[in-house]
């Protein structure tokens, strides 16, 4: 037994190193990435549910590895965020995305917005509002094109903080976005200190919807929380028209989803959902 025991530390045990190898390995392939600009932002459309009319993309980031092939943003995110790598990668994938707005808003619809994901380091920094709003400035896009998106977990680290952070952005005219909506521990105090612009309903709620009723009460319920607090509410991982139905019978604000697009490069998403759709 005792054999066996150790056996099993050894194998965890090496596990682990190869695990701390495949790490430090990624951590600086990724540094070379971000320098060599081997990492793309994808867009994934968002849409008003009730009109069906485009409103504006998230951007997510890609990593296409010239030999690994694709690496999921799960994998490298938080090997970013651990190796001191999120801020540049963060401002990057902002500049890129603001970049890209502006010129979708002058050839096809000025009303476009972008929404971009924020990581806890990112605004955490106490110039965040100064980098962000350098951004704008930069790329000459209208801060009211701009939507933040941040987790409950960000937003908890330090409630001083992030009062502070979104009334700054706020009064610039940038809005924020509660992303992975009802997922944390405290999504309702979330939403009661803080001004938040829109609430993104995680995944998880959305699919089983239409067939588990406890789901669907809890989708209903946010989005009357949202009505109530006038806050825009929008649904992600919409996949089925069964899903749809419910949302528009809950009356949801904006879908996001694999049921209208996955997540396309600049010229597929200008392709399908800006030149085809000039309306
Ligand atoms: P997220 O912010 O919750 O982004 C939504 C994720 O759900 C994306 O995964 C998207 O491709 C996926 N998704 C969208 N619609 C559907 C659907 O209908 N079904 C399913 N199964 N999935 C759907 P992705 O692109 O792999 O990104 C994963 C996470 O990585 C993001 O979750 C976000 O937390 C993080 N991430 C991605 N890009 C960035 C970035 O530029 N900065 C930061 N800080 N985080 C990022
Ligand atoms: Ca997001
Ligand atoms: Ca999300
Ligand atoms: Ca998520």
Known sequence: AKQAGKNRFQFYNS????????????????RKAIADEELVVFYQPLFDLKSKKLIGAEALVRWFHADRGAIAPSVFIPVAE???????????????????????????KPELVMSVNVSYQQFGRYDFVESVSGVLQGTRLAPQSLHLEITESTAL??????KAVLRQLQSIGVSIAMDDFGTGYSSLSCVKDLSIDKLKIDRSFITN????????????????????????????????????????EFECDEIQGFLFSRPLDAEQFEAQFLQRNMN
Not at 15 to 30: H, P, Q, S, T, Y
Not at 83 to 108: E, F, M, N, P
């Open 15 to 30: 596990e682990f190193c190869d695990l701390m190898v495949e790490k430090r390995a990624l951590v600086g392939e990724l």
């Open 209 to 248: 919807i239409s067939t588990d009723e406890r789901d669907a009460a809890i989708v209903k319920t946010i989005i009357a929380l949202s009505r109530n607090l006038h806050m825009k509410v929008l649904a992600e991982g919409v996949e089925t028209p069964e899903q749809l139905a419910k949302l528009a």
């Open 82 to 108: 651990e190796y001191g790598l999120i801020d540049q990668l963060g401002h990057w994938v902002l500049k890129t995305a603001c970049r890209q707005l502006v010129a979708w808003q002058s050839r096809y």
């Open 157 to 162: 680290i330090d409630l001083t903080h992030t």
